[in-house]
């Protein structure tokens, strides 16, 4: 795969604050990289820098084989940008701000209606072309900003945030449009504080902490590499006595709550056959079983020591 993003020891102050710390990573063409980190992190203001919005104090990249500090408009040219909050305009219509678009990215007048018009299709948001951006709900206003950063048909998209504030039917919809642009082989630079939707769209993910990166790989290899002891889990019939909890803590660290179980084993074969048979010699049916892998989620935790559940506390509390 060869690489369409790559960052040498790009470096942010502001001031005496260091928020983008020798940050170097490879991107590669196609491909949809999660960027992760708690509020404060360094992720937005990485993206500021790629996209020309900010000047790096050290280091630099290259976005689609042009140098952010020296080519920024060949950059720009190649770039679609979907920030957190909107970029449009409320009293524009749906049609007038993505034409608005298409010539600020200096779209050929002869090719604008085409490309807008087929946008309109493609985000199902055809019958609100003349709809005020502003009377739109937020998922249709997602879809609107998502279309005006491909207008001019970019070979990256940086997408800060994309599904924040967005209600659970309008963020299925947008993730399923991130996949979509993967399939046409358009790099995708996602940040998300929702780190089971890293987890499902991600081919890698970089963790960002303090400026610094902490880990780069897949999110399967991350999960791996936080991996305890295996954990059973069974929905039984009824609680549970203190009896057969001692009979399985011979095969492993077993707790309940309510009549749903778990045991912490090295081997899980020996665990379950416990459990069938101290079911059965209770008369208690085992209602269903399985074992559960660690997560994208444990493992964020692991290295940053912030739960996702505190990061969107703190981002709803910033607006």
């Known amino acids: 795969m060869k690489d369409i993003i790559v960052l040498k020891g790009l470096t942010k102050y502001y001031g005496n604050v260091l928020a983008v710390d020798h940050v170097s990573l490879n991107i590669g063409e196609g491909e949809v990289f999660g960027f992760l980190g708690p509020n404060g992190a360094g992720k937005t203001t990485t993206i500021r820098m790629l996209v020309g919005l900010t000047t790096p104090s050290e280091g630099t ?5 042009y140098d952010i500090r020296d080519e920024i408009v060949e950059v720009k040219r190649r770039v679609g940008v979907v920030p957190e909050t909107s970029n449009l305009y409320d009293e524009l219509s749906v049609w007038d701000n993505l034409l608005f678009s298409s010539r600020l990215y200096h779209v050929p007048k002869s090719e604008r209606a085409d490309r807008i ?20 709900s937020k998922g249709l206003k997602r879809r609107v900003v998502i279309a005006a950063a491909l207008v001019h048909q970019p070979r990256i998209v940086f997408m800060d945030e994309p599904t924040s504030g967005l209600d659970v039917v309008s963020a299925i919809s947008l993730r399923k449009l991130i996949r979509e642009l993967r399939m046409e082989d358009i790099t995708v630079f996602l940040t998300t504080h929702y780190i089971e939707e890293a987890d499902q769209l991600s081919d890698r993910v970089a963790i960002i902490v303090k400026g610094r990166i902490v880990t780069v790989d897949t ?3 991350i999960k791996q590499s936080i991996r305890g002891a295996p954990v059973l889990e069974a929905h039984l019939s009824q609680i549970p006595d203190e009896s057969m909890i001692h009979e399985l803590e011979k095969t492993g660290r077993a707790d309940y709550t309510g009549n749903k179980l778990r045991i912490e084993t090295e081997d899980l074969t020996r665990a379950l056959e ?36 505190l990061m969107k506390i703190e981002k709803e509390g910033r607006r």
């Open 117 to 136: 018009h087929s946008l309109l299709e493609i985000f199902n948001i055809k019958e609100r072309r003349n709809t005020k951006f502003g009377k739109l």
């Open 219 to 221: 999110p399967e290899n």
């Open 274 to 309: 416990s459990l069938l048979r101290s079911a059965s010699q209770r008369g208690i049916q085992v209602m269903d079983i399985n074992t559960l892998h660690p997560s994208l989620e444990e493992a964020f935790v692991g290295l940053t020591g912030v739960s996702p559940e």
């Open 61 to 65: 990249a290259t976005v689609a084989g």
